[in-house]
């Protein structure tokens, strides 16, 4: 990693407004990362002629003293966000071409405020994963590899794995993701770097390839806490253009970083201590309650007695919301179809047979038949009333505590090809992610320590509604104790 | 409660997925699998408990009654597979 590409955001705004290094050698030194990354299979568009427009912008901006917040900062942008005349394909073969006319609000308000883009982000199909092995692109391969000898493929995790892999490895300064049901924060903890996702409606959904509506998010990874709130600034505000766009102010959280956490509560819920959890996360989650008592908080045991009926309510609802938003894939208004077939019917089961992967039709399948007539009060308004019951949990446990901390993912990064073969295992991985997106509530994933093998374990900080301020001053205080530097060794 | 074959046919016709009679026979168990495993919810006691409906507590905005958009035809049908004549073009419905 050369000197420029191992700089936080924070240290590029910096060193670029100081004038102690241009926008353009930045730039030039990420595109040349970037297609030395390519092993890594984590773009599947690069744009370096974008990220060095942009860049020559910062310099003249430099130059006339207008430097805007992102002025000459690279970033890699996930693949479910339009972006204008850049192919946007959602890691899917039915969007295989699809060249948006218009561009994502969070991606425009990156790109406004000097940010460059460096490519688009490899993914799970329709982020349709937890591994970055549903893509039609193939899976992204982690940075990463276990210290144990052998050269096996780790996976980056998922949805944001292409996003996640090139933070890791320094092909992007900052990334976009989008965390469904864990999609920012699972590969975060993966990959050794920082992810939150905000609260439900602090980002425009409008531009972003819609999986499960009521439950989409958008929000920034990047290497530092500091690099979170600086993007995430940037990325949240109302937008009239989403129905669900929250209208409240967007809080300078940046200037508002604050690791003493003196009579701040810190939450432990019981019902996240489960069987099957390696010993080394549960010691990694005592740790951290141990750092953030050091920062002056008090732990705190609370319950969310509804947490392991989380992931089933989720694997009913997010099928559900897809199986509705993916009906707009008929081949008929854009990317494939499938000709040389009678009629219309058939043109459209051909081009979704042909143009969807299987995890795909299998969650539109699932969604079909849960909300089909006759199942939909068993399996939809239960699900959706558990869902109730799932909020109501955390409503209780923040009447006790101010910040909730668990592990983020119930693994370190697994092998490639590992957990395919099994829909439900695979699904399990979200275990810890997926009650915090149900209930719409900010939550981040912030590095803790290595496992034995050499490989990233992440911890999980969940706040209450719109208070993304707690999250990233509690997950500050972690890595101001973890001292987590280690990164992971170039062998591509 | 489980599905066979014919039901799962039924539902990729939903769907709108053509899948061939050994795509379905695998979708079979796989479903099944899915289906017993979200049924856990069942054991959960919902009663006088309403639907979540809103996620976050917001009000739905209504904007002004004006025209806004549009004027963009071409930006609109220029990513179709089959676009003529100002259209989005289909094979033919109505013989």
């Not at chain 1, 102690?20 to 050698?25: G, I, K, Q, Y």
């Amino acid at each position: 990693m050369s000197e420029l590409t191992s700089k936080t955001i924070a240290e590029l705004r910096d060193g670029i407004g100081g004038g102690d290094f241009s926008a353009r050698e930045v730039a030039e030194a990420y595109n040349a990362a970037v297609a030395a990354g390519r092993p890594l299979n984590a773009y599947t568009v690069e744009t370096p002629d974008l990220a060095l427009a942009a860049a020559d912008a910062a310099d003249e901006a430099r130059a006339a003293g207008a430097l805007k917040p992102l002025s000459g900062v690279p970033l890699g942008i996930k693949d479910l966000f339009a972006t204008e005349g850049v192919d946007t394909t959602a890691g899917s073969n039915i969007l295989k071409g699809f060249k948006p006319p218009y561009e994502s609000t969070v991606s425009g308000k990156l790109k406004a405020a000097g940010a460059g883009m460096l490519g688009k982000l490899n993914m799970d199909e329709f982020a349709m994963g937890s591994s970055n092995e549903t893509s039609a692109y193939g899976p992204v391969i982690s940075p990463w590899k276990r210290s144990d000898g052998g050269n096996a493929a780790l996976t980056p995790g998922g949805s944001s794995g292409g996003s996640a892999a090139a933070v890791a490895a320094g092909l992007a300064a900052g990334v976009t993701g989008t965390d469904t049901g864990g999609s920012i924060r699972q590969p975060a903890a993966f990959t050794g770097i920082c992810g939150i996702k905000p609260t439900y409606g602090r980002c425009s959904r409008w531009g972003i390839v819609a999986f499960a509506s009521s439950l989409d998010q958008a929000g920034p990874m990047a290497r530092t806490v500091r690099d979170c709130a600086i993007l995430l600034e940037v990325m949240a505000g109302f937008d009239p253009k989403d129905a669900t766009s929250l209208d409240v102010p967007v809080p300078r959280w940046e200037a508002g970083l604050s690791s003493g956490l003196k009579g701040k509560r810190v939450g432990i819920p019981t019902e996240y201590r489960i069987d099957g959890v390696p010993a080394e996360i549960d010691a990694l989650w005592e740790q951290g309650v141990e750092w953030l008592r050091d920062a002056g908080a008090e732990p705190v045991k609370i319950s969310l007695p509804h947490t392991a009926h989380a992931l089933p309510t989720y694997y009913i609802i997010a099928p559900a919301e897809a199986s509705s938003n993916l009906a707009r894939y008929d081949g008929v208004r854009y990317g494939l179809r499938k000709e040389g077939v009678k009629s219309l019917d058939d043109m459209y089961a051909a081009t979704r047979a042909a143009g969807f992967g299987a995890e795909v039709k299998r969650r539109i399948m699932i969604g079909t038949y849960v909300l089909s007539a006759g199942f939909y009060e068993a399996y939809f308004t239960k699900a959706q009333k558990v869902r109730t019951l799932i909020k109501r949990d955390f409503a209780e446990a923040f009447k006790e505590c101010d910040i909730i901390l668990t592990p983020t993912a119930p693994s370190a990064a697994f092998g490639l090809g590992e957990k395919m073969s099994d829909p439900l295992a695979m699904y399990l991985n979200d275990v810890f992610a997926v009650p915090a997106s149900l209930a719409g509530l900010p939550a981040m994933s912030v590095p803790g320590g290595l496992d034995g093998q050499g490989v990233p374990l992440g911890l999980h900080l969940i706040g209450r509604e719109l208070d993304e301020q707690g999250v990233l001053n509690a997950a500050l205080a972690i890595e101001e104790r973890a001292g987590f530097t280690a990164r992971p060794e170039k062998w591509w | 409660m489980s599905v066979n074959a014919e039901q799962v046919r039924h539902v990729a016709k939903l769907a709108r997925i053509a899948m061939s009679d050994a795509e379905v026979e695998a979708m079979v168990p796989e479903f099944n699998n899915i289906l017993g495993w979200v049924e856990q919810l069942a054991e959960v006691d919902t009663d006088g408990v309403e639907p979540l409906t809103a996620v976050i507590a917001n009000d739905l905005r209504l904007r002004d009654d004006v025209v806004n958009d549009g004027d963009c035809r071409d930006a609109v049908l220029k990513n179709a597979p089959d676009a003529q004549h100002g259209f989005f073009a289909v094979p033919k419905v109505i013989e």
